[in-house]
Every structure is written in C-alpha cells, then in structure tokens.
C-alpha cells in the first residue's frame, strides 16, 4: 500500500501541466523590472537621511555602516527576510529551519563588507500557528546565532490575524557588526586577471520561491492538501529527495568559510551574496567599470532542484539564471597569488571564473547565456 501511496503521487508530480508559455518572475508575481525602479526611488529617500551623518558607504547595497561617536570599528548593520520560502515551512512544518534562514541571510548580506558579525534581532509577525512553531522558529534563530557566535539581543513577536491568514507568518530579522580596521572590503582593487571563486548554495536558499512554487503548482492555500502531497513526493530527478527536502532545505552561512580566508590572510577584493537577482544581479553590482567577471556555468553542480522547476514551469535557462542563485551562495574575487592558498580548497571554494576587461556596459559575463 505504501509504495502505491507512493507511485501515486509521483505520477500526480509528473502529471502536471507544463506551462502553455514560458514562466517567468513577473508572471508569478515579482517583477525586477519594476522592482529596479523602485529601488531608485527608495534609496533617494534613504540618502536624505545620510545629510550630516557619519555614514560609510559599503559596496553594493548589501548592508550599511555608520562610524558612531568615530569608533576606531564603524557599526555594519543590513535587514532581510525568508520572503515565501515561509509557505513552504508551514506546509511542510519546517519552522526551525526558518528560524536558520533568516539569520544566514542576513550574516551573508553583512560579510561581504568586510564586517565581523556580532548580534541579531528578529521579527515574527503571524495568524494562528501550530502549537510549538513559535518556539521553533525562534529556536532555529538561536541555533544559527550560536554557530556563527553572535548573540540574539532582541527581537519582536507580533500576532496579527487580520493581516495574515491563518497558518501564515512572516520572518525578518537584523544582522549587526563591526568594520574592522584593515577589513573592509574595497572593490576599487579588483583588475584583470583576478579569480573568481564560489561557495555552493545547496538548492534556492531563501529567493525565487514566487517563481519555483508556480512552476511547481504549490499554492498558499492547501486547504485541499494537494500541495502537501506534492512537497512529499519524491521525482527521480531529485535522487531520493522530497520536494519538500529540496525547497525548505536551510539557507547556509558562509561566516565561518570567509573568516577562515581572513585568518589565512587571504586578501578578499569583492564578495556578494547571490540572492535576488542571481548572479548577474548581485555581482554586476560590485565588478568596477571596464571589467567584467566571466564566469563559466560548466564549472559547478547545479542543484537538481532547479532543473525540475525549470522543466515543470518551462522556463527559460536565462530566466532561470536571472531570478535563481543557480547553486553560487556566495562569491569572491581574489588575485591570482591568493587563489594558491591551500585553505580555499579546504574551505570548499572553487573556482567560476575570472574578471577581464571590457568595453561592454555588462558587468558580468555568463558563458553560453545572452546577457
């Protein structure tokens, strides 16, 4: 009975519809268009703030930095969420796990300045939950702060069940840190000729999941249960893994593989967090002018999970590329000395590519892709 349980949602798996036309972000409800010319607005208002303020401005928006009271170790500080990754913890109860992704998000988004992280604070807004997710995902928070040896100093818990339907939530939190002197990280120092080297993902991480729970048909609302038979089943094309496993899996912290380069004195010229945006996006943002960063797809695993929910959604490979991190969490550039280092490969970096100059206005080049 088991194993026709089993079968019978496999074939329910493979027996959804593939998309009359490509899927794209923007159709599943995103659109980075859109959002690009938001963010233009947003940070007009936010530089108004910065008139008379000791504020540091940091490489490619990933956090910011203020020199309080001229602190020989400037404040770093940057804000993020879990987005609709938090659907997939309620469908599949992995309220832990969300408590994990917040915190790694928010420390990756505050390394690659160069900054040391040291405390956190979240904030759970909700409708009803299922007894103990509130504690778990606070434990899940605690959990990863304990990792990365930060301490959580505060946050906010917030029931709201006319703003949240029932069994949703919503998770952010805040990273803080110091900028060390001689830790700052300055791109300006980047040249051709330098490496580009990665750390995996693992799977989406905490972005996309707009785009992947459309192509993959999983709803918000499962009053039905169709979406929780569809998170167990387990594709051939996921090697023994649920979609479930593959979707809710943790967001990983890169802290302790980039403060092992630091203590090795490895000189980090440039990292960004591959989140929103993908690679492009997130590295295009740091690549000085007349370079590029040419980076060759061929020289990673991808994830499998992202190649059932390109094929379920029939989306574009440059789609893909241009909403999912596509299995780089993070990114480094570095000179070609330092790549020597032995502590790379003990860390498990690997190298994607290298930067190159160019007359082109694209920042980054993805070999085989129209950019």
Known sequence: MIALAARSLAEKMSALPEASEPLTYAASGVDLEADAVRIKDIVTQVKRTHQGQPVIPLPGGFAGGINVLEMEEPIVACT???????????????????????????INDLIVTGATPTAFLDYLAMSDLPEGAVVDVVRGVATACIEDGIALISGETAEMPDIYASGHFDLAGTALGVLRRGDRIDPAEICAGDIVISLSSGGLMTNGYSLARAALGIGGDDSEGESRQLLETRPIELSGESVGEALTRPHPSFWKQ?????????????????????????????????LSADIDPGTWVIPPIFGLVQERGSIQTEE????????????????????????????????????????????????????
């Open 320 to 371: 893909m590329f241009r909403v999912f991190n596509m299995g780089l969490g993070i990114i480094c550039i570095l000179s070609p000395e330092d790549f020597e280092n032995v502590a790379l490969k003990e860390t498990g970096f690997f190298q994607v590519g290298e930067i190159s100059r160019t007359d082109s206005s694209s920042r980054v080049n993805l070999k085989g892709l129209a950019n």
């Open 258 to 290: 980039v403060d092992r380069l630091r203590k090795d004195e490895i000189r980090l010229k440039g990292m960004a967090h591959i989140t929103g945006g993908g690679i492009a996006g997130n590295l295009g943002r740091i690549i000085p002018d007349h």
């Open 80 to 106: 993020d969420g879990v987005g609709t990754k938090t659907i997939l913890h309620s469908l599949c109860g992995t309220f832990e796990y969300a408590g994990r992704d917040v915190v790694a998000n928010n």
